[in-house]
Every structure is written in structure tokens, then in C-alpha cells.
């Protein structure tokens, strides 16, 4: 037992991506476990590691540690990058919420059908552009610092720069009129852990490719 | 100014009830204004009182607080229903958020056209007596405590008795082989506060009808 925690999951972003994002910000190595048949889902299932079936899994702390939002709240906590308070938790909550509102349509966008793809493109251009960049852009014009809360790198800036990233894979001039966000982006992947681990070698997974999403429905479908 | 939380939503369950029934079971008084016009609520838009273009909104404690997850965690930090320490959040986190994707499909369903209805139905029962409620009847059984977590009460009692009476509303039998959540059921009903929330005239809501489903298509409709 290496002491490392340990990620189910299947060997793509999904719901595990986030998790992956906070351990390498706070430092933590952390070891993979990739579901690649339907087996391997019902194994985890039938052994009763999965407290409602599913995964993300995490094994940490001696804990089988389930549901996305959990673990991330845990991880968070537990290497201070949470806030230093009740209100600055509140305010890191209110704005990963959203940025995981974003993440669910950045993440459909490979499983909509061909008819539908275009519009729900479009959907996510206006969502992003129109709600939920611009609330970013202004907190950080509003208090001029570093980091979105409490003037302390945090949960809230890992989410919002692994988002960033996504909503430019999609659309790659997508911040082209938020230079606030801009400049965010530019400073947190200087971050020697969030540098890391945007190299070529880190645990980062690549966006899911339409010819994968066969597979992925095998295994949980 | 009262300094009562104050509530901005539509008038019936939807994402808000979660956190009416966290307020009432912290025994903490709040105030409600109803959105029932698209006008109401463009006007919160453009006075930019609203994050993310959405409700809930709930004002405390000098905040704008919107996200209901978000407004959740921080009622339940306030008023010490998170348990004691780290691990038991994350027990009371995972129980949460495992209650609340059951509760997703009970929050979806009055937007299921007719004919998908039924089926609707047995997939909510399915999950429910399936998925989730085993879990709960386990740890109960387990533990042999009253509550879920740390044998202290915590959002996640509160979040599971609103899932139990929600799904008993459209399932009523669905308890039948759960005995320990039947006996949770009667005793957090029984607590001071949660039994007020469950008398009449309280700002409990009722189930979804056909003019709420109309009203939030007719506020939210893009």
C-alpha cells in the first residue's frame, strides 16, 4: 500500500478530471486505476467498493471515497485550498458550482447527436461569453488581485483554469474579449504544480474523441 | 431589515426546497418573494442581483448567495449540521450528493411528457429501492444510531427524510423493505423542527401541479 490515493475511473476526463486538476495543484502524486471493460465496472460494484455504484472512485485516507463534488470538497480542505473561512468558502463554492455547469456542457458536447452538435455549440459559446466568463473577469478587475478569492490560490482558480483550457479546445479565441482572464490563464499555468502538470507526461488526459465513445458506453451501458 | 435569510424563487419546491427544509430544521426563520412573472425576474437580472443569470438566490448574512449547492454548504457550516471534522463531512458529502441525484429525477419529472411518465415512475423506483435506500437502511443498521453521521444530527438526515417523503409521495409503498429507514422516517418527522416544517401552513411546499410546470416555462423559457 503506497499511501498515494488511488482514482477509479475509466482512462479519460469525465467526472475524474477536476479531481486530477486538484491533487497535481496541491502536489499530491496520486496513483490510476483505468476501468476498461464492463467487468471491470461490475467487479468494482459486486466487491462493494462503490458506495452507489459508481464511479469517480477515490481511494484516500483510508476512505473509498465516491461522487465528484465530495471528493473535491475533501481534497480541497485538506490541502487549504478552500479559503480560510466560512465566506470565503462560500464565495469558492458559488464559483466552482458554476464553472461545473459550464464543465457538463464543455463535456456533452462529444456525446450529442450529429443534428444536434452545432446548436449545442452554439450553447456553449453563448453560456460561456455571455454568463459565466464575465462574472470571472469582473471579480478579477474588481479587486485587481492574483487569485479569484481571499487573495490565496484555491480550488476556485484550478477549476476555472482547467475550464478555460476546455472552452478553448473548443473554440480556440474563445477569451479573446476577457484580457483579465487572459492574463489569469497566463499566470496560474506558470504555477510550478499546475505547469507540471501541463506537460506532455503528466496524468492530464487528452478531450474524449467521438471514436472513443463506443467504448465508453460498453462500459457503462 | 430583518436579517432573515431571504428566499427569491419561484412559489413551489424546485431547486429552493432543499434549502427551505435546511432553514426549518436549524429552526432558522426566513423570508420568501416569489418570482411569478418573466418581468420579475429580468428585472433581478439587469439590477444584476443575480451571479449567474439564475435563481435560487438566497440573502444572508450580507451575501447574494446563489448555487443551491453552495447555498446548502453554508447553512449547514453555520448552523453545525456538518458533522465535527473532516471525515465526517466527507461521510455527510457523499450522502448528500447521492441523495441529490435521486432527487434530480424527482425534480425532472414534471417536465417528462406524458407518455414517458410511467416509465419515469419505475426508474425513480428502481433507483430509489435499488441504489439508495439500501445504502442508508446499511449504515442505520450498521451503526444502530439515530443519525446518520456521528450520531449527531446533520444535513444529510435533513436531505434524506425530504427524499424519502418525495419519493413516498409518487411511491407510497416504497419504504416497504426498509424497516430502519421507516423508523428514521417517524423519528426525524418527530424532531421539534422538522415537525413544524411538516404542518400545515409552514413554508413547506407542495408537489409539483400542472401551473407550476407552466410558470417556470413561462419565467425561464429562452
Given at each position: ?137 469582473k471579480v478579477l478587475k474588481d479587486h485587481g488581485q492574483d487569485f479569484l478569492v481571499g487573495n490565496q490560490f484555491s480550488r476556485a482558480d484550478v477549476q476555472l483554469l482547467e475550464t478555460l483550457l476546455m472552452a478553448e ?53 | ?194 415537525k413544524k416544517f411538516l404542518q400545515p401552513g409552514s413554508p413547506r411546499k407542495p408537489p409539483p401541479d400542472e401551473i407550476y410546470v407552466e410558470t417556470v416555462l413561462k419565467i425561464f423559457k429562452k
Amino acid at each position: 500500500m503506497s499511501g498515494k490515493p488511488k482514482l477509479h475511473y475509466f482512462n479519460g476526463r469525465g467526472r475524474m478530471e477536476s479531481i486530477r486538476w486538484l491533487l497535481a495543484a496541491a502536489g499530491v502524486e496520486f496513483e490510476e486505476c483505468f476501468l476498461e471493460t464492463k467487468d471491470d465496472l461490475t467487479k468494482l460494484q459486486k466487491d462493494g467498493s462503490l458506495l452507489f455504484q459508481q464511479v469517480p472512485m477515490v481511494e484516500i485516507d483510508g476512505m473509498k471515497m465516491v461522487q465528484s463534488r465530495a471528493i473535491g470538497n475533501y481534497i480541497s480542505t485538506k490541502y487549504n485550498l478552500y479559503g480560510k473561512d466560512l465566506k470565503e468558502r462560500a464565495l469558492i463554492d458559488m464559483y466552482v458550482e458554476a464553472i461545473i455547469d459550464l464543465n457538463e456542457l464543455l463535456m456533452t458536447h462529444t456525446f450529442q447527436p450529429a443534428d444536434k452538435k452545432e446548436q449545442h455549440f452554439a450553447t456553449i459559446v453563448d453560456k460561456a461569453t455571455n454568463r459565466y466568463f464575465p462574472v470571472y473577469e469582473k471579480v478579477l478587475k474588481d479587486h485587481g488581485q492574483d487569485f479569484l478569492v481571499g487573495n490565496q490560490f484555491s480550488r476556485a482558480d484550478v477549476q476555472l483554469l482547467e475550464t478555460l483550457l476546455m472552452a478553448e479546445e473548443c473554440k480556440p479565441d474563445i477569451l479573446s474579449k476577457f484580457p483579465l482572464l487572459q492574463s489569469f490563464k497566463a499566470r496560474i499555468s506558470n504555477i510550478p504544480t499546475i505547469k507540471k502538470f501541463l506537460q506532455p507526461g503528466s496524468q492530464r488526459k487528452p478531450p474524449l474523441q467521438e471514436k472513443d465513445v463506443p467504448k465508453l458506453m460498453k462500459i457503462f451501458h | 431589515m430583518s436579517g432573515k435569510p431571504k428566499l427569491t424563487y419561484l412559489n413551489g419546491r424546485g431547486r429552493m426546497e432543499p434549502v427551505r427544509w435546511l432553514l426549518a430544521a436549524a429552526g432558522v426563520e426566513f423570508e420568501e418573494i416569489f418570482l411569478e412573472t418573466r418581468q420579475q425576474y429580468e428585472k433581478l437580472i439587469k439590477d444584476g442581483v443575480l451571479m449567474f443569470q439564475q435563481v435560487p438566490l438566497v440573502e444572508i448574512d450580507g451575501m447574494k448567495m446563489v448555487q443551491t449547492r453552495a447555498i446548502l454548504s453554508y447553512i449547514a457550516g453555520k448552523y453545525n449540521l456538518y458533522g465535527k471534522d473532516l471525515k465526517e463531512r466527507a461521510l455527510i458529502d457523499m450522502y448528500v450528493e447521492g441523495i441529490t441525484d435521486l432527487m434530480q429525477m424527482i425534480l425532472m419529472f414534471p417536465f417528462s411528457p406524458p407518455d414517458a411518465k410511467e416509465k419515469n415512475i419505475d426508474s425513480i423506483k428502481e433507483r430509489a429501492t435499488n441504489r439508495y435506500f439500501p445504502v442508508f437502511e446499511k449504515v442505520l443498521k450498521q451503526h444502530g444510531q439515530d443519525f446518520l453521521v456521528g450520531n449527531k444530527f446533520s444535513w444529510a438526515d435533513v436531505q434524506l427524510i425530504e427524499a424519502i417523503l418525495a419519493v413516498e409521495e409518487k411511491i407510497p409503498s416504497v419504504l416497504s423493505g426498509f424497516p430502519q429507514l421507516q423508523a428514521f422516517k417517524t423519528r426525524i418527522s418527530n424532531m421539534p423542527t422538522i415537525k413544524k416544517f411538516l404542518q400545515p401552513g409552514s413554508p413547506r411546499k407542495p408537489p409539483p401541479d400542472e401551473i407550476y410546470v407552466e410558470t417556470v416555462l413561462k419565467i425561464f423559457k429562452k
